[in-house]
């Protein structure tokens, strides 16, 4: 075939399905010179409806080669399930505070991998003679990954026989790297030798110094791994991507800034996509070119982000046109210089936005219904106005905004790294199930050998289904989903006191953070190590503990104050039920509305005198007046 009949081949699929956009996930990437106290920043949502929100652990082991009599056989993360749901287990060894199995093989431990979108097995590989602590997305060395999934050509996420998946990749790598570089150089390896099985992706990579973001896609069929470009953010900037890939053209001679395959522009001319010189070769353009449901419902969220906190005042209204799709040639940049210095609460606020007040902001039509509140979501009263994503009226399409915040969340997490603390204290997983802008999160130590039963769990990556049709209250994704599905019915006024609530819990556990970093560290500086992790392991699991019973509790309280359209507020000295009643009812541009749509179906004819009785929603007569005054 000659390169121009594989560059249409190519340009066709370009044009039809070829580009897998999930439009799920958001990442943010802070700098420690773009922090106020100078730590590293990750914020991560995991945006998928079938998945189960859950803080994952991984326990370190050592010595990973072993006899077969030496604890050996079985599935660590199914028995440990099987555990804690009271089943007795055999040859089980303890690991900190929890239990697992050690080792599956004769000589050398083996580790089954299974795809983290799909559950399904992909194969086995040798497990490494040490591995590190690993909670969540983030390990006991403080090193953090996020991801975001551009997909990009379809033809090249396909690779036979091959066993790591994007999401393995991560938690693997968590477990056997130290430092931002490592891991790229870890991540590269393992798919060079054991195969690339997922499609294009976006990696967050940080340590306490360095912040990265890594771009990769598959080689294809009849070849190993992936083809990838991975840049070092500059220190006092801030990045992000959001199912887009965004590396363009990059630095050929700057190892210290930049890293790439050697094959990265030679994979897209065999191919034929790419013909030119390799100065001008980019790795977005060519894997994974930029169309209008990039731009607008992807690069879109990044736009927002950026312009919430960029220096550059007219930011905004620059790349409105690519953030709406109009003008695609309009690419932002990589990165920005945020205005002032950013804090976690920055960062956890910038997780919430729903374009509030900007040219996509959702909340001012009709799909919004009675939605006009700057904080109101995209979706209110039941409709999902998310769903679907695109969507067609007599033969034409439409889009639904895809924000930052979003209904569909598993889990979300900012993970905070901060290189002047030891090792085993450095990182702390701010960790929530749910939507990132109706649930609070918590602080976990990446050195914690333990996780609250609220929020841990299994999931498909170990070969252990995900138990989301499973109502269980004991679980913190449940009570989160109570939580922000009863706001969602009534977001204009349940919105405000929520995010009011959620500001309250982080910042209280802000305070308790810095009583427990010394304490923590008092120990560790005595040689007390094994002290300090424990230390913080149990703050970390009470921590959650803590959060799952207090957010219980505030769906009560919320259930009890908002009920059938009205507002039950306290009010000391009532008699009758110690609270003050109150209709919000809708807004006053909803009232006009009515009025324009309706005429005079509603309109009042009885008399101007007339009173009404609205809490028993009944009129009150003239000749009842006296009585009722």
Known sequence: MTTTMLFLTFLVLCLTDLFEHTFGCTNILVTPGASEDGSSMIAYDADFVGLMGMLYHYPPTSSNTTTASDNGGGNYFLQKQQLEQGEKMDNVASVGRRTALRGSSDTTKMRQVYDWDEGTYLGEIPEAVETYNVVGNTNEYGLSIGETTFGGIEALSKQS?????????????????????????????????????????????ADGKE????????????????????????????????????????????????????????????????????????????????????????????????????????????????????????????WIKPSRKLTLKDVTGLMRDHYEDSVLDPCHDVGAEDAHHPTAPILLFGNMKTHPLVWENEGDSYVNERTVATQQTGWNFVAQQRHWMPPELSSILWFAVDDSGTAPRYPVYGSSRDVSDAFFGVGPQDGVPSPILEF?????????????????????????????????????FLQEITDIDAQALELYNTGDHFGAIDFVTEYSVNAGNRLHKK???????????????????????????????????????????????????????????????????????????????
């Open 551 to 629: 957010w219980f509790k505030f769906y009560g309280d919320l259930f009890a104050r908002f009920r059938d359209g009205y507002e039950l507020e306290e009010k000391e000295g009532e008699l009758a039920c110690g609270c003050k009643i109150s209709q919000p009812g809708y807004s006053d541009e909803w009232y006009k509305r009515i009025v324009e749509e309706d005429g005079d179906h509603y309109k009042l004819s009885m008399g101007v005198d007339t009173l009404f009785d609205n809490d028993k929603l009944r009129p009150i007569k003239k000749k009842e007046l006296k009585s009722f005054l």
């Open 161 to 205: 026989g091959s066993i790591i998946d994007y999401g393995s990749l991560i938690w693997i790598t968590l477990q056997r790297s130290k430092t931002a570089r490592e891991a790229i150089h870890t991540m590269v390896e393992l798919t060079d030798k054991y195969g690339y099985a997922s499609s294009g992706e976006s990696f967050s990579i």
């Open 472 to 508: 269980d209250l004991s679980k913190a994704f449940w009570v989160s989903n109570m939580v922000s599905n009863f706001a969602y019915s009534n977001w204009r006024n349940v919105a405000p006191v929520l995010v009011d609530r959620i500001k309250q819990i982080e910042t209280e």
């Open 211 to 334: 912040v990265w973001i890594m771009e990769v896609i598959g080689r294809g069929e009849g070849k190993h791994g992936f083809v990838w470009v991975a840049v070092r953010v500059p220190d006092g900037m801030v990045a992000a991507h959001a199912n887009q890939a965004r590396i363009q053209t990059f630095p050929r001679d700057d190892p210290e800034n930049c890293m790439y395959a050697d094959d990265v522009v030679e994979l897209a001319r065999e191919l034929g996509l790419y013909d030119d010189n390799d100065e001008d070769f980019s790795f977005s353009d060519t894997y994974d070119p930029v169309t209008f449901e990039g731009a607008r419902l992807c690069d879109a969220r990044v736009w927002s982000i950026f312009s919430h906190i960029t220096e550059d005042n007219g930011f905004e209204d620059h790349y409105a046109d690519y953030a709406k799709g109009q003008n695609l040639s309009n690419r932002m940049p990589l």
